[in-house]
């Protein structure tokens, strides 16, 4: 059965807490429990860590090599500052898609890019917390027909 590893980036920890007209009023934990759910019916397992540290981030990425089979990916703000989480997903060359909770192109010009778009398989962004659903099928659709 297919592993997948998600990363939650800084700040993620306070979802539904503040901010909830940009980012809604669903909780990481909630995000968690309908990946789990969405897992199963799936048929993989999900193991899912948040950090606000781009370095844990980075170790849990070198560790999923030999772990996990992809990875699905919320960066947060280093989405738009981190060559370091670029240069991780390049170096372990596991499937991985990005998603974010808000439309990045309709905010502010600096959320505009993402670091890490080129190297994965694909981004998903603007769908509240449905993005990680949809991320985690389009992640196991590839893996399904790439095994
Ligand atoms: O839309 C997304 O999923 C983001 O990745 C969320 C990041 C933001 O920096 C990206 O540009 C887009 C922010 C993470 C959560 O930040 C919060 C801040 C305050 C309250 C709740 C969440």
Same mark, same amino acid.
């Given at each position: 059965m297919s592993s997948i590893l998600v990363l939650h980036g800084p700040n993620l920890n306070l979802l539904g807490q503040r901010e909830p007209e940009v980012y809604?009023?669903?909780?990481l934990e909630d995000i968690n429990s309908l990946l789990e759910e969405e897992a199963k019916k799936l048929s993989v397992v999900i193991v899912a860590l948040q950090s606000n540290h781009e370095g844990v981030l980075v170790d849990a990425i070198h560790a999923a090599? &030999?772990?996990? %089979?992809g990875i699905l990916i919320n960066a947060g703000a280093y989405t738009h500052t981190s060559v370091a989480l670029r240069d991780a997903l390049t170096a372990v060359m596991l499937p991985t898609v990005e998603v974010h909770?808000? &439309?990045?192109? %309709?905010?502010?010009?600096?959320?505009?890019?993402?670091?890490?778009a080129p190297v994965v398989l694909g981004q998903i962004s603007?769908?509240?917390?449905e993005s990680y659903r949809l991320g985690l099928q389009a992640l196991v659709n590839y893996l399904s027909k790439s095994s």
């Open positions: 809604g009023f669903t909780n090599r &030999n772990e996990h %089979q909770i808000s &439309n990045i192109y %309709q905010r502010e010009t600096f959320r505009h890019h993402s670091y890490i603007g769908f509240g917390a």
